[in-house]
């Protein structure tokens, strides 16, 4: 697991020695609405017992901590961490800490165990994971302590977390599924070998999508098979190239994980990358370059940035006039000949 976090006041200890939660502690120190004056004087009077000066008060003052914490494929993890980043240049009083967690190493125990610590350290948490049992309980403790926790990309919406920001995922999965029957020869039976991951909502709600405008649509296109990656290029890469070496034929690829690289590796290897379309998720450096070499027809994003931004939006918004809605994020639609900023 990689860790980026910062140096900062114990705000679980300040938390446990007023007997309120660190979301409460985290809205004193920073002079919010939605606290009550004797709670406040607690906040204060376990901060003068712990040893906290008035300077130390005052330099933490205005200060945003958040956690995002992400388990996914490694290049989605680098992507978001990226972004992150960018959000943070621009914010002089913002501070985030990173967790991120390739999928193959992903253990539900401990993941939730790593919730409930940095719960107890900042004020809000943006999570991308899978559906679990134990990761829904860990954000409902969360939720309880008065920790806002905001689902992006794939959400949790058993787990009462405060919202859910990224794109309506059926949509995308269907705009897949449209796209690839329009871009195959009108009538034509064909092969579709559709490509997933592990138990992320985002990818269930994709297959949603993709197998009913297929079905409705273009009846003459199958999926053939469900094959699962682990969101990396190398299971990919196995998992295609199996497919190829049984010489079964295929029209199309629905890539909804991640490892596209793994994918048009596989294709080009046995020559047929100019006769498959070949549909993925999430603009990265190496999907924008497999789309210019023509190896992948079309990529299905997202504003990362922009959604980071939105859930920080949220965390800032006062008690007393906060009215939480998910955000529907546009779906961004790229192929070869798209202006790629």
Avoid at 10 to 15: Q, R, T, V
Avoid at 59 to 87: D, K, M, P, W, Y
Avoid at 280 to 307: A, I, K, N, T, Y
Wanted: proline content about 4%; overall charge neutral.
């Amino acid at each position: 697991m990689t860790q980026h976090n910062w140096k900062s006041p114990s705000i679980k200890h300040i938390a446990q020695e007023a007997d309120v939660s660190p979301a409460t502690v985290d809205r004193v120190l920073n002079g919010r609405e939605g606290v009550r004056e004797v709670t406040r004087k607690k906040v204060e009077s376990a901060m003068a017992r712990l040893g906290i000066l008035a300077g130390e008060e005052s330099r933490n003052a205005g200060v945003q901590r958040v956690a995002i914490l992400c388990e996914s494929g490694t290049s989605f993890l680098g992507h978001l961490e990226r972004q992150a980043r960018a959000v943070m240049a621009e914010r002089p009083q913002l501070r985030i800490s990173i967790d991120t967690l390739p999928s193959a190493q992903f253990n539900a125990e401990r993941f939730s165990q790593l919730i409930e610590r940095r719960a107890a350290e900042v004020s809000g948490i943006i999570l991308v994971c899978r559906d679990d049992v134990k990761i829904n309980r860990a954000v409902k403790a969360a939720i309880a302590d008065g920790v806002q926790v905001i689902c992006l990309t794939s959400d949790l919406p058993n787990s009462r977390r405060t919202a859910y920001v990224g794109i309506d995922q059926i949509a995308s999965g269907a705009t897949a599924g449209w796209f690839m029957g329009r871009m195959l020869p009108p009538q034509q039976p064909g092969n579709i070998l559709l490509i997933c991951s592990s138990t992320y909502r985002t990818q269930e709600e994709r297959e949603i999508g993709f197998r009913r405008v297929l079905r409705e649509a273009f009846p003459w296109l199958t999926i053939r098979d469900r094959v699962n990656i682990n969101d990396e290029a190398e299971t990919a890469w196995h998992s295609v190239k199996k497919w190829l070496d049984e010489g079964k034929p295929m029209a199309g690829i629905y890539n909804t994980a991640g490892g596209n690289e793994g994918v048009a590796k596989a294709l080009e290897a046995y020559g047929v990358q100019d006769q498959v379309v070949f549909i993925g998720h999430e603009l990265s450096e190496s999907s924008r370059v497999l789309l210019e070499r023509g190896v992948m027809d079309m990529v299905l994003g997202h504003d990362m940035r922009r959604e980071i931004e939105q859930c920080l939006a949220i965390f800032d918004q006062p008690i007393s006039e906060r009215s939480v809605n998910d955000i529907k994020t546009p779906l961004l639609i790229y192929h070869r000949y798209s202006y790629f900023a």
